[in-house]
């Protein structure tokens, strides 16, 4: 769920002001389209803009009247107006999930279907500028002791509208960085699993515990700066005994990732030390965001041994850049994200002969096309590629990961033998998105690995959103 | 050591005297050697109790054995083979001429063990887990007919009223307990459990990997190879039953994950169990309580095996939490608890049934045990290069007479190979890595024991040159050269 977009979801539904909703129309007609139509669909999309903004004004007229109506109103007419209410006036519901199918094309055996996630939003809205948003997540369709599936909150937080520019929020929330942490829903994103970059270095989904002051200025840019629960070392595993990997959709499910291990979800989190966050978007043009976040704060350690001298504290920052441009058809993004954390070789050292020391470094980032080639009422084909690098252990101190050679087990199970994964890839996704209503999408992409020859794989998805 | 891990390990004695006593005493309380020990310097007075009745020999039948007899505290509370006329179990009985089924583990740090998680197959007391905690398994040896061999608790009470220190056991625990012989045993073992858990002495945390973490040694070149070796999970693969990383049960670690494993050691036939018609070694008295398992096909090779968690040795009758009874559960037989690795210098002979009198028996057993061993009933994916059967004369399995065994894997029923652990590294099944190397070298062996070696309790960051070790140690020792301390 969109945070943010809950904020305004109706004026975004009536006004069609958003991002996406001005691509969507810019999207419209036939591909391939001279530069005298675009133009005269901008023409005649700025027209529609200010028909639009008119009309906004009247409304928020409306309001205000009838708002100073109301305070003035005698005590009978609040009397009729509660016995008309209803406390699900002020709910609202919103729900979204994918299934997918993984074939792994030198290794069918591993091939898998997989309702991946199963999410459920509940929000409620106090007054006009209180609300309460809520996401419950199923993954893997069967959470129980004896399956692997998890029931978890996605987020659980109250936003309070400080001023017009200005809001607070406070509760588990969604991390504004990158592209796709807070517009993970199938229908925003192209190809059947998330990017790589946006989940082993950014770890899409990525919520903290906290508070945060957010908000949106007239010149088009959003801003949010927050206080909130960091990182746990802690959680690190220095001994698997056996890759915490073997195919592409294991290394997205592993949580071997960096923060993927080691951020805290709000449940139990060590809260010793707290990080901070600053994000900055600028949406002032029509089709085109930029924006960047930056992360930091002290990690909960790895424990030490007892009487074990102090090794100083383990600073964790993470930054990215991204931008997104949807001139006509096209659909172009670039995401770049790097992280740090500190003071690691002295852990490091203390495991030797580990395949999964601490990175001081990590990065990635990536390049993305899409194009709508077909739309015809509801229906709409965008093919797309991305091209992607990561790494999840570009440096490290103090000592470096001891990578078994050759064929070795990947599993307890006899006989299951392999190469170990290598932590760092470059890939290549080739697919389409082909909507079936803007909420309900059918997703199918072939992707490619440089280092990982192995992971090659096919997939295919459906996803929705409403 | 992988999964099935060592379940062994930790027996008796080791090699070399020691002056173990004397560097223990020295840790957990004083000198330099603050090792974070978790426990306090002095005893309760029940601990107290519990160590003198630790060592008095007049509360068993012969009165010539006490929980000390075959725990020697220089041996790290495992036994000390000497006083066991070579055997790797120990003598007990009424007359002292009988002999147990099992080595004798060592005591130290099971103060840490958890209850037995029978979801998790983790736990428990015993090699195979049968006693719910240490004071459940403390009463066990006082009422075995093969160790201090009382007929029942009431036998062991009257022993009680007739020691000195009968007055500090009903300061403690009432006069009235004595006419009630089964709580009065519990009580004793009580004692003893806490003796054996507050006593810093069982758990000094004082070996040099200790201080090595704590930034106040160095490991030689050599060491911090071995224990790079024992980590990496392409080579010992070690840590994966035997963590190097403090887990949930100390703030230490202790080098076992207290799961259990089948790893197919080989029969040792020096226990007289094992022998076709088992007798004592001392006086020929034959050993009517050696019980043939029902669970043996009957088409086995031998009538007697040792099944761990499947095995005839019941929980205990009064255990308030009794492991579950696993007779007819065959995928268990074989399976022993993962012994702890510290101190592990000072306990040979090692695993469940003392069979390697070195750890580098051991390790290289481990890294070749699918190589240079007969393995015609190995459970492997064909084609196996190594079938028909390894007959050579360096097979580890070995039949009575000595001569190499037509099967490995031969202190199991042949039904219940298939419950061997050929999974995990470092055993080194055909399929992998080409099927012909092992996971070490030969140098490699000797570095994975000379980091073992560090695991021995009573360095003294101090005064490192008086840090003595079993001449099993100094043998594999091969370069001098420190590494850095820890930052």
Redesign the interface.
């Known amino acids: 769920m969109n945070t943010k977009s809950m904020l305004f979801p109706r004026l975004c539904a009536a006004a069609g002001l958003s991002a996406f909703a001005a691509v969507a129309a810019a999207a419209d007609p036939a591909p391939a389209k001279s530069t005298d139509q675009v133009e005269q669909q901008i023409d005649a999309l700025s027209q529609q803009l200010q028909a639009l903004k008119a009309e906004l004004q009247q409304l928020k007229s409306q309001n205000e009247a009838l708002a100073a109506q109301q305070s003035a109103a005698p005590a009978q007419t609040a009397a009729a107006t509660s016995a008309k209410s209803s406390p699900f006036d002020n709910l609202s519901l919103w729900g979204y999930g994918e299934v997918y199918y993984d074939r792994p094309i030198h290794d069918v055996a591993r091939t898998q279907a997989d309702l991946a996630r199963a999410v459920f939003g509940i929000g409620y809205r106090f007054d006009d500028r209180t609300h309460f948003n809520s996401e419950f997540e199923v993954e893997h369709a069967v959470s129980s002791a004896d399956d692997p599936g998890e029931f978890e909150v996605e987020q659980f937080y109250v936003d309070h509208q400080l001023t017009n520019w200005a809001s607070i929020e406070a509760g588990l929330f969604l991390m504004p960085f990158g592209l796709l942490n807070e517009h993970h829903e199938p229908t925003n994103f192209y190809g059947v699993q998330r990017n790589f970059v946006e989940t082993l270095i950014i770890p899409s989904t990525w919520r903290e515990g906290g508070f945060a002051l957010h908000g949106n200025t007239d010149l088009g840019i959003s801003y949010s700066a927050g206080l909130t629960t960091g990182i746990d070392l802690g959680k690190w595993d220095?001994?698997?005994?056996?890759p915490a990997y073997t195919t592409a959709l294991e290394l997205e499910d592993s949580d071997v990732a960096p923060l993927q291990a080691t951020h805290q979800e709000l449940a139990l989190s060590n809260a010793e030390h707290l990080a901070q966050y600053v994000s900055l978007s600028y949406n002032g043009l029509p089709g085109f965001t930029a924006g960047g976040a930056i992360f930091t704060g002290n990690a909960a350690p790895v424990?030490?041994?007892?009487?074990?001298?102090l090794?100083g504290h383990n600073r964790v920052t993470l930054g990215e850049v991204h931008t997104r441009w949807t001139p006509g058809a096209f659909d172009l993004s670039a995401l770049y994200a790097r992280g740090t954390i500190s003071n690691t070789?002295?852990v490091n050292?203390?495991?030797?002969?580990?395949?999964n020391p601490i990175p001081s470094k990590f990065y990635g980032y990536y390049l993305q096309g899409a194009y709508t080639v077909w739309q015809n009422a509801t229906y709409r084909v965008s093919p797309f590629v991305r091209w992607e690098r990561y790494d999840m252990g570009a440096n490290y101190a103090?000592t470096s990961p001891?990578?078994?050679?050759?064929?070795?087990?990947l599993?307890?199970?006899?006989?299951?033998?392999g190469k170990?994964p290598q932590s760092h890839d470059i890939v290549w996704t080739y697919g389409a998105n082909f909507y079936v209503t803007p909420h309900v999408v059918i997703k199918a992409d072939y992707q490619t690995f440089d280092v990982n020859r192995d992971f090659t794989r096919l997939d295919l998805g459906l996803g929705l959103y409403f | 050591m992988p999964?099935a891990g060592s379940a062994a390990i930790g027996k008796r004695v080791g090699a070399v005297g020691l002056v173990l006593t004397s560097l223990l005493a020295g840790c957990g309380s004083g000198s330099g050697s603050?090792?974070?020990a978790s426990t306090p310097a002095s005893l309760s007075p029940a601990a107290a109790l519990g160590k003198t009745m630790f060592d008095d020999q007049a509360l068993s039948a012969s009165g010539k054995q006490s929980c000390g007899t075959c725990h020697v505290k220089s041996f790290a509370y495992a036994a000390d083979p000497a006083t066991d006329q070579g055997l790797p179990v120990p003598l007990g009985g009424t007359a002292f001429n009988l002999v147990g089924l099992r080595n004798a583990p060592s005591l130290m740090y099971a103060s840490f063990t958890p209850s037995f998680d029978a979801d998790n197959i983790i736990g428990g007391f015993f090699r195979d887990g049968r006693a719910s905690s240490l004071a459940v398994q403390a009463e066990q040896p006082f009422i075995t007919e093969f160790e201090m061999a009382n007929k029942d608790a009431a036998e062991v009470v009257q022993r009680l009223q007739t020691r000195p220190y009968l007055q500090d056991f009903i300061a403690l625990f009432g006069a009235a307990v004595l006419s009630d012989p089964q709580t009065a045993l519990q009580d004793i073992a009580k004692a003893i459990a806490a003796y054996e858990t507050e006593d810093a002495t069982f758990h000094p945390?004082s070996s040099k990997f200790?201080y090595w973490?704590?930034?106040q040694a160095q490991l030689s070149a050599q060491e911090?190879n071995g224990?790079?070796?024992?980590?990496?999970?392409?080579?010992g693969?070690c840590?994966?039953c035997h963590?190097?990383?403090?887990q949930s049960y100390s703030?230490?670690p202790l080098f076992t994950d207290f799961s259990y494993d089948n790893i197919g050691i080989p029969r040792n036939w020096k226990i007289p169990a094992n022998t076709p018609n088992p007798v004592s070694p001392i006086d020929g008295t034959p050993l009517d309580y050696v019980t043939l398992p029902a669970n043996v096909p009957a088409d086995s090779e031998y009538a007697y095996y040792d099944l761990g968690l499947c095995g005839v040795l019941a929980p205990p009758a009064d255990d308030p939490h009794p492991r579950p009874v696993f007779t007819s559960v065959t995928s268990l037989c074989g399976q022993f608890k993962v012994p702890t690795l510290r101190n592990i210098a000072l306990t040979a002979p090692y695993f469940h049934n003392g069979i390697f009198g070195s750890l580098r028996e051991v390790v290289q057993w481990y890294v070749t045990r699918d190589i240079n061993s007969n393995v015609g009933n190995n459970?492997?994916?064909q084609p196996n290069p190594y079938s028909p059967a390894y007959l050579g004369a360096d097979s580890f399995y070995v039949a009575a007479d000595g001569s190499p065994d037509a099967l490995q894997y031969n202190d199991l029923p042949l039904d219940f190979d298939a419950n061997v652990n050929?999974?995990?590294?470092p055993y080194t099944?055909p399929?992998?890595?080409?099927g012909q190397a092992p996971t070490l070298s030969a140098a490699e062996i000797d570095d994975v024991v000379a980091f073992l070696c560090t695991l021995t309790d009573g360095y003294d960051p101090t005064n490192p040159a008086a840090y003595v070790l079993p001449a099993q140690c100094a043998a594999v020792t091969h370069a001098t050269t420190s590494i850095a301390t820890?930052?």
């Not at chain 2, 399929?431 to 080409?434: E, S």
């Open positions: 220095f001994a698997p005994e056996y424990p030490a041994p007892p009487n074990a001298p090794s070789a002295g050292l203390q495991n030797p002969g580990s395949p103090g001891e990578i078994p050679s050759g064929d070795v087990p599993s307890g199970a006899p006989g299951d033998y170990y | 999964r603050s090792s974070g945390f200790d973490q704590q930034g911090a224990l790079a070796l024992f980590n990496n999970p392409g080579k693969n840590t994966a963590p190097s990383q403090r703030e230490h459970p492997l994916p050929i999974a995990e590294v099944p399929t992998f890595q080409g820890m930052p």
